[in-house]
Nanobody, 121 residues
Framework: QVHLAESGGGSVQAGGSVRLSCTASGFTLSPRCMSWWRQAPGKEREWVATFDSDDGDIDYAPAVSGRATLSRDKDILTLQLVSLSLEDTAQYYC????????????????WGQGIQVTVSS
């Protein structure tokens, strides 16, 4: 059974950093695209970063560009986010798909349960 498990997160002070990991399991072949998304209270889910294993292409959303570092080691996707602000408070989700990476969450069939990151001042 396909499963994506997020870890890391928690409560962090503004200006601090957080490291999130996502471990994929149960896939016959590792999914081509693994990605991070987030959803803040009262807001729509937004993409954060994507990793395409076919060409190693990494994309960051403007909201995190320059503060985020995404890496992937086979079935483990890791996101390091620094200089956190209150606006980074959200439930963070890992998602995967077999095709190319997309900025549309509707294209991802596999999702983790999410992990909370709370930034306080």
């Amino acid at each position: 059974q396909v499963h994506l498990a997020e870890s890391g997160g928690g409560s962090v002070q503004a200006g601090g950093s957080v490291r999130l990991s996502c471990t994929a399991s149960g896939f016959t072949l590792s999914p081509r695209c693994m990605s991070w998304w987030r959803q803040a209270p009262g807001k729509e889910r937004e993409w954060v970063a994507t990793f395409d294993s076919d060409d190693g292409d990494i994309d960051y959303a403007p909201a995190v560009s320059g503060r985020a570092t995404l890496s992937r080691d086979k079935d483990i996707l890791t996101l390091q986010l620094v200089s956190l602000s209150l606006e980074d408070t959200a439930q963070y989700y890992c998602a995967a798909r077999d095709g190319f990476c997309s900025w549309s969450d509707a294209r991802y069939p596999w999702w983790g349960q999410g992990i909370q990151v709370t930034v306080s001042s």
